[in-house]
């Protein structure tokens, strides 16, 4: 029979494998589909536009959680290739708030360590956005905290066709081109792919998101609008991805 010493360090050792198990159940890639931001207005007599203020308000409250959980990378669906068709002064709005996103938000997220990066055709943005995403990215390149993606004019369809061109431009032979030269080729190969994917609002489906990305990742589905997807919210989503098994086919 072991002695208090011996007591002791079961104690520890079940701990820490708690704390491991935990760990390991822990999405490392987190991604959101923030939707119902407008219907979030009208059911609040607001003007659409407040919603889309609320919405970005809210990322703020996502990615602290992220941080706090160890999730490794976020990515929002801030705006879509599909969203150009939407009334122009919305269009306007939504520009002007991601740039003063990206002008001063970015700066917070250097302080707390957080890396911030942009997946999307970007080139299709105004000249003043694109120069500051050049900067913030450049800014925080360095950081290791979490990384906060924002996909913005991105279409899943979109990265695959333009990844499609970069591999057609190397003149690769037929033989080459296989899943991991096509991963090599999206916007950004270097982060992993999704384990968890959110959709607020209550629609169930991705929308163009990540879709070559989320060939396995978790699907996760609320009727809650994103301007009231709190931290209580995340938690049941995490609670809801610890119970799933990931077979990756196998």
Not at 23 to 37: A, S, V
Not at 182 to 204: C, K, N
Request: charge should be positive.
């Amino acid at each position: 029979m072991g002695g208090p010493a011996d007591f002791l360090y079961l104690i520890y050792l079940g701990v820490w494998v708690i704390l491991v198990e935990n760990h390991m159940e822990i999405p490392q890639h987190i991604g959101i589909i923030m939707d119902g931001n407008r219907r979030w207005a009208r059911a609040h007599g607001l003007p659409l536009l407040e919603g889309h203020r609320r919405g970005l308000d809210n990322v703020r409250t996502a990615l602290k959680w992220c941080v706090r959980q160890g999730v490794k990378v976020l990515t929002v669906f801030a705006f879509s290739t599909e969203n150009w068709d939407r009334p122009p002064s919305e269009i306007k709005y939504l520009m002007k708030l991601f740039l003063q996103v990206i002008k001063t938000e970015v700066k917070k997220l250097h302080q707390e360590g957080i890396r911030y990066n942009v997946i999307g055709r970007v080139s299709g943005l105004s000249a003043v956005i694109q120069q500051e995403i050049k900067k913030a990215v450049e800014l925080t390149k360095g950081n290791t905290a979490c990384v906060f993606n924002m996909a913005l004019n991105y279409g899943g369809r979109a990265e695959i066709v333009d990844a499609i061109k970069s591999i057609v431009g190397m003149k690769l032979a037929p033989a080459q081109i296989t899943e991991a030269a096509i991963s090599q080729h999206l916007y950004s190969p270097a982060i992993p792919d999704p384990d968890l994917i959110i959709r607020t609002s209550g629609e169930q489906r991705l929308s163009g998101f990540l879709l070559w990305e989320s060939a396995y990742s978790e699907l996760y589905f609320t009727p809650t609008p994103w301007p009231d997807f709190g931290e209580s919210d995340l938690d049941a989503a995490l609670a809801e991805y610890q119970k799933r098994q990931r077979r990756f086919g196998k």
